[in-house]
């Protein structure tokens, strides 16, 4: 995880964050699987509101190294 103060944008982007749908997208696991997780409190994410739920680059970082075996990334980020 990147602990400096720098802020870290997607790749490609000038986003600090993605949507949760978007993310699962990337990830190539269906959305409400990404829900699951969060509901578990094994996924840290950034929420707006009460159903705006979005992720920063770290974050989904983090959950791709401790989910490799569930996780297949499309290349298209």
Not at 34 to 42: A, V
């Amino acid at each position: 995880m990147n602990t400096s103060t720098e802020i870290r944008y997607w790749p490609g982007t000038s986003e600090l964050t993605k949507p949760a749908k978007e993310v699962a997208r990337i990830l190539n696991i269906h959305y409400n699987t990404l829900f699951r997780w969060i509901k578990s409190g094994n996924v840290e994410c950034v929420r707006f509101g009460r159903s705006s739920i979005h992720f920063t680059f770290d974050q989904v970082e983090n959950l791709i190294n401790g989910n490799r075996e569930l996780v297949k990334i499309r290349r298209e980020l």
